[in-house]
């Protein structure tokens, strides 16, 4: 396996000047980095003379509108208004106050928002009950009322509309993996492409076993219910057993109690299945801490102190995530690396030997285990995948051909773009 | 016995959770939420194993005098101190948290500071990687670095004031070949997210369960 070469100090210097020399304006002069920042109005009546040219009373909102809040499990209502424009004292409004009725009771506050809010949902409707709502604009100098909404009434509902295409396509997902878990189990032959990375993991341990060094597993910072720390914690298990028939020692320090048992768990069950349980030390699997960058300043202390060959970075990671593999890099260990986080792959493109994309990550299992049900499930989410890149093309076609030769957005093609956007969307 | 208990859990979970994805209506409709306080509980318990495990890691370091056990006194140390003033401030202020507490005085003037000493480490990191990434060993690696140049020149001052190609150029490497390759990603990695999710849903993949 080929290794990156050291990099040339003087370049290297040259390069930090250039990052420096690029960055000193923007940090300097402030303006890039910046927010605008708007005054409260508690900081704009700041005096008493302000406060003297605040009008008599704020100005009443207009068009508030009660409906029950769509697809919800029911208790909710939305309520919305608008404040009318170039009216003198809206910008005095430090507060809306919404208030509610039901018929025969008098209007009671059920909540507010700051004076920059046009929207409140009201949680503690009941379901069944006529509301009407009236907004309350509030200023220091007093408060005016709004008409009142229109009725409206909190429901709950059996199925949320807005959401069938992803049932679609779900069922659509589920059917073709199992409809390839089925043809894998009758025998047929499915073939899934090299994914070099996972063709490195044995060759990893390997020379870790040689060299006599241990290897490195950190299956990322997250807990248990991601899925990414599960697809890690699957490739550990084949690790693991490597590692167990080698006889190499093996490192996996955990961000996460539950992670900790769970890959204890996994580590014996390799070591057993190996019949090396025996070898199996408790301890070779620890927690450090929950605290991120505690996290990584112990995990890069483990690779400084114990050097090892091999070191795995698998899982969920943020902004350790260069941190960790340009210390792997600099013990001079063979990295594989993988995550979901798209803003991290660069990351780890850059600093690691192998890195595992995206779905790589989460095919790593099936693919280490050939086992034919397994692989039938990645064919499955191959053809599903191919199917959603279909709908694209047919979406950028259907667009284009619309705006290009039929612009004015009645024609069939503008329609039917409409239709494929609203559903996938 | 001792696996399909497991594996019945998790199916019947897991298929509740999609249908309540589907069906806001009681009881459906705040599953999630129940079943996110239930982990919390459960990791708050968990809490304590991991403690265990740190606490017994490091006390056998420092009996059996093994190297670096200096190391791990300094830890434990830090560990009971940390405990220490947070229930001197729970019985003093009524709230490790409160301001005058000295468990925040830790927290502020200690484990802020280091962790943005760790943060801080990430500009040198990013400079030593980006310069091995950056080196013009191929068509490809040329074309990422020009990318990257673009890219740095157009979000800094200095770009704009050399010329207003770089700020448009950055605006649309960012937006477009850059977006493309990620959102690519994004769809493969949800759908594979999806497809192992599904595999322990119906017990395909029970490394997990060792």
Not at chain 1, 131 to 142: D, K
Not at chain 1, 382 to 391: E, F, H, S
Request: net charge negative; aromatic share 12%.
């Amino acid at each position: 396996m080929t290794r990156p070469e050291t990099p040339d100090r003087t370049r290297f210097g040259l390069l930090m000047v250039f990052v420096m020399l690029l960055t000193i304006p923007a940090l300097t002069g402030g303006d890039s980095f910046a927010r605008p920042r708007s005054l409260a109005t508690s900081e704009i009546l700041s005096s008493p003379t302000d406060l003297a040219m605040v009008p008599v009373l704020p100005p009443a909102v207009c068009t508030v509108q009660a409906a029950d809040v769509p697809e919800d499990g029911g208790g909710l209502i939305s309520v919305t208004w608008e404040v009318p424009e170039d009216t003198p004292g809206t910008e005095f409004i430090t507060a809306f106050e919404i208030l509610r009725y039901a018929p025969g009771e008098t209007p009671a506050p059920v909540g507010d928002v700051p004076p920059t809010d046009r929207a409140f949902e009201d949680g503690s409707a009941e379901d069944g009950t006529t509301y009407q709502y009236i907004v309350r604009s509030v200023s220091p100098s007093g408060f005016t009322d709004s008409e009142p909404s229109g009725p409206a009434v909190a429901s709950a509902q059996w199925f949320a509309r807005g959401r069938f295409p992803v049932l679609l396509v779900t069922l659509f997902f589920c059917t073709a993996v199992l409809f390839f878990v089925q043809r894998a189990k009758g025998g047929a032959e499915l073939f899934i492409r090299k994914i070099p990375g996972l063709e490195a993991v044995d060759d990893a341990v390997g020379r870790a076993t040689e060299m006599g060094r241990p290897v490195l597993f950190v299956p990322g910072i997250e807990t248990v219910s991601e899925v990414g720390t599960l697809a890690a914690l699957t490739i550990l298990g084949h690790v693991a057993r490597r590692v167990a028939t080698h006889g190499t020692r093996l490192l996996v320090p955990v961000a996460d109690p539950i992670v900790m048992t769970t890959a204890q768990e996994i580590v014996r069950a390799a070591y057993a299945e190996a019949g090396q349980l025996d070898a199996y030390d408790p301890g070779s699997v620890a927690y450090l801490t929950y605290d991120q960058f505690g996290y990584t300043a112990g995990v890069d202390g483990i690779m400084v102190r114990e050097r090892p060959e091999a070191v795995f970075l698998l899982g969920t990671f943020y902004a350790e995530s260069l941190i960790l593999a340009e210390t792997g890099h600099a013990i001079g260990a063979i990295q594989i690396a993988g995550t979901k986080e798209t803003s991290q792959l660069p990351f780890f493109v850059a600093a690691c030997d192998y890195t595992l994309i995206g779905e790589e990550l989460f095919a790593a299992s099936s693919y280490l285990s050939r086992e034919p049900v397994m692989l039938g499930s990645l064919k499955g989410q191959d053809l599903t995948k191919m199917t959603i890149v279909y709908v694209i093309v047919l979406g950028f076609v259907v667009g284009t051909v619309g705006a290009l030769f039929f612009p004015g957005g009645n024609s069939f093609f503008s329609r039917a773009f409409d239709a494929l956007y609203s559903w996938f969307g | 016995m001792k696996r399909t208990v497991p594996l019945l859990i998790t199916f019947l979970t897991g298929f509740f959770l999609i249908v309540s994805f589907f069906v806001p209506h009681e009881p459906f409709g705040q599953l999630e939420q129940r079943l996110l306080v239930w982990f919390a509980i459960v990791s708050g318990f968990a809490m304590l194993l991991g403690v265990d495990s740190l606490f017994r890691a490091h006390l056998k370091r420092i009996i059996r005098a093994r190297e670096g056990r200096w190391h791990s006194l300094a830890l434990l140390l830090s560990l009971v101190v940390t405990l220490a003033v947070g229930i001197i401030g729970f019985a003093k202020f009524g709230s490790p948290f409160h301001m005058q507490s000295p468990f925040m005085f830790v927290y502020t003037y200690g484990i802020i500071p280091l962790q943005a000493t760790m943060f801080a480490l990430l500009a040198f990191y990013i400079a030593s990687a980006s310069y091995r990434a950056f080196r013009a060993r191929n068509t490809v690696a040329t074309l990422l670095l020009v990318s990257a140049v673009i890219v740095m020149l157009g979000r800094v001052p200095i770009g704009a004031a050399i010329s207003q190609f770089f700020p448009v150029a950055q605006e649309w490497i960012m937006d477009v070949p850059q977006l493309a390759a990620k959102r690519g990603i994004q769809i493969g990695a949800a759908l594979g997210a999806v497809s192992m999710s599904l595999r322990i849903l119906l017990g395909i993949e029970r490394s997990y369960l060792s």
